[in-house]
């Protein structure tokens, strides 16, 4: 009787974990979202839980780096991140016999922001890169027609992904300089950036489009985006949809949905859903560029 009554147990401990409470469409499931992306995800996560009633999709705010450990760690099976795994990570993965999805979603942009009263907001990557290295410290050193007053230079948190992205893909240094500020959130850069004439700040486009223009080409009216120039300043660029799209603003990168989930559940249809037509169209809408939806490049002159 005590070897049928344990059999019994397991049967129905295995027949559960083989049977996961959650479809495509239904159940309850958390996702692992780089506090960058949120306003992306929220306009997703809003339209897909009103589509599919008995689905919610729970995202967990925080950096980059520690929603691919909660990804390791199996704590959730969901993350939406600005890079793919690596090949280390993935044979990491493959040894436990799961075999992650990884489906760019969206390209993004870095918007640089600086104070209004700043009267220089035009930059080149070259001139950034020496920022954040400690190289320049000082904007009467950007332009000599420029105010006096040392960079006070603020990243949303130390462990993101904008941070990484800075470090490898602009100043091609892990030593950067010890002046710089980081906060918690997006929201954190734009509070300092408005009320401090020294400062400026990077962060997620998409913080900062406004949803009221239907051509995203305005955005909040506390703070400057600056132009950017991939070598001159002739050449700079704001973040806006059609620069991004023909890649003349520089600071841009992948979005990612990736999941570790073995079945065909709730996080294989949110991917469904972020990569067909409408999800596509609420990332439009966003203020970001879709990876797949047709856009239209309208040409526009500013006085």
């Given at each position: 009787?005590?070897?049928?009554?344990?059999?019994?147990?397991?049967?129905?401990?295995?027949?559960?974990?083989?049977?996961?409470?959650?479809?495509?469409?239904?159940?309850?499931?958390?996702?692992?979202?780089?506090?960058?992306?949120?306003?992306?995800?929220?306009?997703?996560?809003?339209v897909f839980h009103?589509?599919?009633?008995?689905?919610?999709?729970?995202?967990?705010?925080?950096?980059?780096?520690?929603?691919?450990?909660?990804?390791?760690?199996?704590?959730?099976?969901?993350?939406?991140?600005?890079?793919?795994?690596?090949?280390?990570?993935?044979?990491?993965?493959?040894?436990?016999?799961?075999?992650?999805?990884?489906?760019?979603?969206?390209?993004?942009?870095i918007a640089m922001?600086?104070?209004?009263?700043?009267?220089?907001?035009?930059?080149?990557?070259?001139?950034?890169?020496?920022?954040?290295?400690?190289?320049?410290?000082?904007?009467?050193?950007?332009?000599?027609?420029?105010?006096?007053?040392?960079?006070?230079?603020?990243?949303?948190?130390?462990?993101?992904?904008?941070?990484?992205?800075?470090?490898?893909?602009?100043?091609?240094?892990?030593?950067?300089?010890?002046?710089?500020?980081?906060?918690?959130?997006?929201?954190?850069?734009?509070?300092?950036?408005?009320?401090?004439i020294n400062a400026?700040?990077?962060?997620?486009?998409?913080?900062?489009?406004?949803?009221?223009?239907?051509?995203?080409?305005?955005?909040?009216?506390?703070?400057?985006?600056?132009?950017?120039?991939?070598?001159?300043?002739?050449?700079?660029?704001?973040?806006?949809?059609?620069?991004?799209?023909?890649?003349?603003?520089?600071?841009?990168?992948?979005?990612?949905?990736?999941?570790?989930?073995?079945?065909?559940?709730?996080?294989?249809?949110?991917?469904?859903?972020?990569?067909?037509?409408?999800?596509?169209?609420?990332?439009?809408?966003?203020?970001?560029?879709?990876?797949?939806?047709?856009?239209?490049?309208?040409?526009?002159?500013?006085?």
């Amino acid at each position: 009787m005590l070897f049928l009554l344990m059999f019994i147990m397991l049967s129905c401990r295995n027949s559960q974990n083989d049977n996961p409470l959650d479809t495509p469409t239904t159940g309850k499931i958390s996702m692992a979202v780089d506090e960058t992306f949120m306003p992306i995800v929220q306009a997703q996560l809003d339209v897909f839980h009103s589509v599919y009633r008995y689905a919610h999709i729970e995202p967990i705010a925080l950096p980059e780096s520690e929603a691919f450990k909660l990804l390791y760690d199996d704590s959730v099976k969901l993350i939406l991140a600005s890079r793919k795994l690596s090949d280390k990570e993935v044979e990491y993965f493959n040894q436990k016999k799961i075999f992650p999805k990884q489906v760019k979603i969206a390209i993004d942009a870095i918007a640089m922001i600086v104070n209004r009263q700043n009267p220089d907001s035009v930059y080149t990557v070259d001139e950034l890169a020496a920022i954040l290295k400690g190289e320049i410290t000082n904007w009467s050193q950007l332009n000599n027609n420029n105010h006096s007053g040392n960079i006070e230079l603020m990243f949303d948190n130390p462990k993101s992904g904008l941070v990484r992205y800075m470090i490898d893909s602009v100043a091609h240094t892990n030593a950067l300089s010890k002046s710089l500020i980081s906060g918690s959130v997006n929201t954190d850069v734009i509070n300092y950036v408005s009320k401090h004439i020294n400062a400026a700040g990077f962060i997620g486009v998409s913080w900062i489009s406004d949803k009221d223009d239907s051509t995203h080409l305005s955005f909040q009216n506390n703070i400057r985006v600056a132009r950017l120039g991939k070598v001159q300043k002739t050449d700079a660029y704001k973040p806006y949809q059609a620069y991004i799209a023909t890649e003349q603003y520089p600071l841009t990168r992948d979005i990612y949905l990736i999941s570790t989930d073995p079945h065909l559940g709730l996080a294989e249809g949110f991917i469904s859903f972020a990569a067909s037509d409408k999800g596509q169209r609420i990332i439009l809408k966003a203020g970001i560029l879709p990876a797949t939806a047709t856009i239209r490049l309208v040409q526009v002159h500013d006085e």
